[in-house]
Nanobody, 118 residues
Framework: QVQQVESGGGLVQAGGSLRLSCAGSGRTLSSYAMGWFRQAPGKARELVASISRNGWNVYYADSVKGRFTISRDNPKNTMYLQMNGLEPEDTAVYYC???????????WGQGTQVTVSS
């Protein structure tokens, strides 16, 4: 069953911006800490950013710190990732998922492709 749906990816030039959305579908996102993950070709999926249930606590991977901002709107059952200063190294499929005890929890969606050209 689908639990969350990612959208907002696309093709952008280096230095550009994108805003990703993660909408709950069959899952109430406010019940969970949530995270954005990404997987580049030939690489393992990695955690990019996470946010606590109430949004007060956030975490960023060093590679995106200062450029990406994670946020959530619990009444809308949606989470966001604002990505500024995009770099070709950010090219990947981006996924969202719940986080439980530091690990992704539940099924994965289709993800949204982000491609950054140099």
């Amino acid at each position: 069953q689908v639990q969350q749906v990612e959208s907002g990816g696309g093709l952008v030039q280096a230095g550009g911006s994108l805003r990703l959305s993660c909408a709950g579908s069959g899952r109430t996102l406010s019940s969970y800490a949530m995270g954005w993950f990404r997987q580049a070709p030939g690489k393992a999926r990695e955690l990019v950013a996470s946010i606590s249930r109430n949004g007060w606590n956030v975490y960023y991977a060093d590679s995106v710190k200062g450029r990406f901002t994670i946020s959530r709107d619990n009444p809308k059952n949606t989470m966001y990732l604002q990505m500024n200063g995009l770099e070709p190294e950010d090219t990947a499929v981006y996924y969202c998922n719940a986080i439980n005890e530091g690990a992704p929890f539940g099924s994965w969606g289709q993800g949204t492709q982000v491609t950054v050209s140099s």
